[in-house]
Nanobody, 115 residues
Framework: QVQLVESGGGLVQPGGSLRLSCAAS????????MSWYRQAPGNERELVAT???????NYADSVKGRFTISRDNAKNTVYLQMNSLKLEDTAVYYC?????????WGQGTQVTVSS
């Protein structure tokens, strides 16, 4: 079955960096667009970044120039490199893939930006 397993979250100071990973299994990873979402307490889940099967990328305005999404099809893994982190980046970050029968989410990884 489809599995998405995120890792790489943690506590970081403002201005710091983290790299999130999402290991995927149970489907043909290379043929699917992959996305990262995040949800902060009290807020709706929001789209952070998407990478298509051919490597095109899109970002939320709030993270453009700071975050980079990438993928390694040989490892069935999508990454989110987060630089210049801000307090408002604190959230649970989720990996996401959409199928005809519906979306699949990972369990999420907590990112906390705090001084």
């Amino acid at each position: 079955q489809v599995q998405l397993v995120e890792s790489g979250g943690g506590l970081v100071q403002p201005g710091g960096s983290l790299r999130l990973s999402c290991a995927a299994s149970g489907f043909t990873f290379s043929s699917r667009a992959m996305s990262w979402y995040r949800q902060a307490p009290g807020n709706e889940r929001e789209l952070v970044a998407t990478i298509t099967s051919v490597g095109s990328t899109n970002y939320a305005d709030s993270v453009k120039g700071r975050f980079t999404i990438s993928r390694d099809n040989a490892k069935n893994t999508v990454y989110l490199q987060m630089n210049s982190l801000k307090l408002e980046d604190t959230a649970v970050y989720y990996c996401y893939v959409l199928f005809v029968l519906g979306p699949r989410w990972g369990q999420g990884t907590q990112v906390t930006v705090s001084s």
